[in-house]
Nanobody
């Protein structure tokens, strides 16, 4: 499984960006797809996730402002980010959790895309 994240860039406070995560390989048995982010000097943290049953989960800091969505036909997952703040500045990574055998799953990571929000 290979993941390619794109869509990052530089925006001003209040702006919007849409990140995209394109997957290739055998992703049919995914359990969850997530976006994480890591700012300099901090640990990587969960931003949003979408589960196989369609349920979503968001970090409190991005709830309402960010939306995760999935295009199953294209095997792409998006993160629509609005009302961006300087605190959203980070490298954003997409992640697939793939069930590869009973009671076991593997995590796959994309290479990351940088989002910079300036005031």
């Amino acid at each position: 499984v290979q993941l390619q994240a794109s869509g990052g860039g530089s925006v001003q406070v209040g702006g919007s960006l849409r990140l995209s995560c394109a997957a290739s390989g055998n992703t049919a048995s995914y359990n969850a797809i997530a976006w994480y982010r890591q700012a300099p000097g901090t640990q990587r943290g969960l931003v949003a996730a979408v589960f196989r049953d369609g349920k979503t989960q968001y970090a409190d800091s991005v709830r309402v402002r960010f939306t995760i969505s999935r295009d199953n036909a294209k095997d792409r997952t998006y993160l629509q980010m609005t009302e961006l703040k300087p605190d959203d500045t980070a490298v954003y990574y997409c992640n697939y959790q793939i069930v590869d055998r009973p009671s076991h799953s593997e995590l796959y990571w994309g290479q990351g895309t940088l989002v910079t929000v300036s005031s």
